[in-house]
Every structure is written in structure tokens, then in C-alpha cells.
């Protein structure tokens, strides 16, 4: 039987065969989500052939995607990438500019 390494020590995150723990979660949900969509293909009654080609062709798209994806953007990359999408390019004041340009008293104590 294969033993395979999943951790490599304490404190380090999760890695198997190179897929850091945040595209683990994506290399194994599209597996699933493939798998189910060749079984729900099967039991509508498709070629055998049709669904193997959806089989390869899907598991081998999800397992090129991930790979890539771990490759260029690394263990957090990813979560960067998606909170940088949330951040506004540019912050707009609605503050008229006579409110602006006023000085303000403030009195230190």
C-alpha cells in the first residue's frame, strides 16, 4: 500500500503533490463536481463514450487549472488576488470643497 506524506511538519500548511491547502479544496470539489456530472449523465442514459470523454476532459481541465493557478499565484496569492478585487481603485470625498479647504479649531487639553 502507498503511504503519502500530507504534512510536512508543525505549524506549516497543508500539501500534497506540490497543491498548497487552498487549492487542495478547488482540485477536490472540481473532481467531485466532475464525477457527479459524469454520474448524472450515465443514469440519463448518454454514450459510455461521451462520458468518458466528459470524464478526462473535465478532470484533466481541473487538474491543468489548479496546477497553474498554484504555480503562479502560491499559497496565499490567490486570497490576495480576490481581496485586491474587493478594494476600491480610487476613493471619492462628497465633501463640498469649501468644507474642505476650511481650518479646523480643535483644542488639545
Same mark, same amino acid.
Request: glycine share 4%; proline share 4%.
Given at each position: 500500500m502507498i503511504n503519502y506524506n500530507i504534512n510536512k511538519g508543525i505549524g506549516r500548511s497543508a500539501e500534497f503533490k506540490g497543491? *498548497? #491547502?487552498?487549492?487542495? %479544496?478547488?482540485f477536490t470539489g472540481g473532481l467531485l463536481? #466532475?464525477? @457527479?456530472?459524469v454520474m448524472i449523465l450515465?443514469? =440519463?442514459? =448518454?454514450?459510455?463514450?461521451? &462520458?468518458? =470523454? @466528459? =470524464?478526462g476532459i473535465g478532470s484533466g481541465c481541473i487538474?491543468?487549472? #489548479? %496546477?497553474s493557478l498554484n504555480r503562479n499565484y502560491g499559497e496565499h496569492g490567490l486570497m490576495k488576488l480576490l481581496a485586491k478585487r *474587493?478594494?476600491?481603485?480610487?476613493? #471619492? &470625498?462628497? *465633501?463640498?470643497?469649501a468644507q474642505l479647504?476650511?481650518?479646523?479649531?480643535? @483644542? @488639545?487639553k
Open positions: 497543491l *498548497k #491547502t487552498q487549492y487542495l %479544496f478547488l463536481a #466532475t464525477l @457527479v456530472l450515465y443514469m =440519463a442514459g =448518454a454514450n459510455s463514450y461521451l &462520458c468518458l =470523454a @466528459v =470524464a487538474v491543468w487549472g #489548479t %496546477f *474587493k478594494h476600491p481603485q480610487y476613493i #471619492t &470625498c462628497r *465633501k463640498p470643497i479647504l476650511q481650518s479646523r479649531n480643535t @483644542v @488639545v
